[in-house]
């Protein structure tokens, strides 16, 4: 017989993640109200989910790993690259996504950890896939922000972050710099 398994916890964790700003939008940018962590979590799904279809990769595993790759912070919160070690990072975030999986049975669990943790190691397409989309959304975040009024030199590290990210040659999916340029236009 099964255990039955509630899943109540993983819910409120993706509940507090609305609660969850984005750390460098506050303390680099100033942003009176910023996108949430569950924002950013939510705009690279509708972005993933389309491009993933474009390009004919595995949307549902895509959406997946969009979903899990940030909920760890409605545990640890969002840190700014550099406030902490990345290896202290890391062992907080995989507590805190082991304590969130924890209530959800065996099977989905460890489908979940395994779809986290390919998005960590960053080795596969869709991982590498998942990460440009990550930048990808920052940068047209720190766009929108900037329509808003905010300084552009305030956000100039947000592009330069993006466009570094985004321009690694040998990527055999879109040319998301170039999509960027379409959508301006």
Same mark, same amino acid.
């Given at each position: 017989m099964r255990k !039955? $398994? %509630?899943p109540s916890r993983f819910f409120q964790s &993706?509940? !507090?993640l609305k609660c969850v700003k =984005?750390?460098?939008?506050?303390?680099? &940018? =100033? &942003? %009176?109200d910023p996108e949430s962590v569950a924002d950013h979590s939510y705009s690279m799904c509708a972005i993933s989910m389309v491009l993933s279809d474009m390009l004919g990769l595995d949307t549902e595993k895509v959406m997946k790993m969009v979903i899990l790759h940030d909920l760890a912070e409605s545990i640890t919160g969002d840190y700014i690259p550099g406030e902490i070690s990345k290896k202290h990072k890391l062992l907080q975030e995989k507590r805190a996504i082991n304590s969130i999986l924890y209530c959800l049975p065996v099977?989905? !669990?460890?489908g979940y950890k395994t779809i986290w943790q390919e998005y960590i190691l %960053? *080795?596969?397409? +869709?991982?590498?896939?998942?990460?440009? +989309?990550? *930048?990808?959304? $920052? $940068?047209?975040?720190a766009k929108q922000y900037v329509k808003q009024g905010y300084s552009y030199k305030l956000l100039v590290e947000f592009f330069n972050s993006s466009d570094k990210y985004l321009s690694i040659d040998g990527s055999k999916f879109l040319n998301l710099q170039e999509l960027l340029h379409t959508l301006e236009n």
């Open positions: !039955r $398994m %509630n &993706v509940l !507090r =984005r750390a460098g939008w506050v303390s680099k &940018v =100033r &942003v %009176n099977d989905i !669990r460890s %960053n *080795k596969t397409d +869709i991982a590498h896939f998942v990460h440009k +989309i990550d *930048k990808f959304e $920052m $940068m047209l975040q």
